[in-house]
């Protein structure tokens, strides 16, 4: 039963994608300041379709997946399995099985960082085997219809019941593991409107899902909500709440410390500042992105699936657009 509901949900994300194809090549109207962009979500999903998945061991009883979408993580207790996002939906059976093998005990509990598909891609085939989902509670919303991103060519939502958190909360809420105390909170719209950081202690990690790609500019998504004032409003928290020895495990990338999380706020404030600046001289979209001001932190921070002229588009529209949430 459970490869049935996860053939039907690629065929349905298949159906899904030749829809946005038509809509985006054919007589929809671009939003201004907006441009098409699949190449984004193309290069991101060629990357998690074709990464080996890796398992890595961060303290007793805590294991991070990196290849098969999101960086999931693991953490165990005497006789179950808790786990931080589910990865993309083609590789889910992978993701099962490695997580299987480092901690031998069943998935129970699913955190979800935020609704995109390459961190709720697994949701169908653990809420089907009973798997407790958690989530903020924006999270339930975007997974319950369908949803576009337009500056990166995503079009998802629409999950079956069974794929949607069974628990949510709005600021933050407190999970025990095994030995592990696990604090949730939504420090307010930044990634998305739902992102959750994970505090883990005594083990000093965070997970702090897509506000932070390692090292990648990242996405904002603007449609849901998300702003670059709220993501570096929320690395802040972040970076008062974790000390010089705390993992950071990022959506995307290899487990950093504190002090890449501080160097990429850091970028970011700076760019926040420089197209904030052609915004008040009067700069159109267009000028921004060539007036290139993200030029010397592209060599190091370009390299992603976001391009320096789409997350300078990001930018711009987020200052300029009075919709999205300012801090």
Known sequence: ???????????F?????IVFVLLTTGAAIPVAGQVTTETVIQKATEQFEST???????????????GDGG?????????STLLIDSGLDSRVGELTDASFKATARPVTRLVNTHWHFDHTGGNVSFGSESVTIIAQENVKQRLSSVQNVPFIGLRDGGYPAQALPTTTYSSSISLRQGGQQLTLVNYGPAHTDGDTIIYIAPANVAVVGDIFSNPFYP????ASGGSIDGIIYSL????????????IVPGHGPVATRSDLENYRDMLVQVRQR????????????????AAPTKDFDAQWGRGYVSPDVFVRMVFT????SGNPKR
């Open 1 to 11: 039963m459970q490869r049935i509901l996860q053939k039907i949900r690629l065929a």
């Open 13 to 17: 994300a298949s159906i899904q994608v």
């Open 52 to 66: 080996p998945l890796k398992t890595i061991s961060l303290d007793n009883g805590i294991w991070v997946f990196t």
């Open 71 to 79: 960086n999931v993580t693991a953490i165990v207790d005497d006789g």
């Open 219 to 222: 996405i904002i998504d603007l």
């Open 236 to 247: 802040n928290e972040i970076l008062a709440q974790t000390d010089e020895q705390t993992k």
């Open 275 to 290: 197209i904030k600046a052609l915004v008040g001289a009067g700069r159109t979209i267009d000028e921004a992105v060539a």
């Open 318 to 321: 987020s200052l300029t657009d």
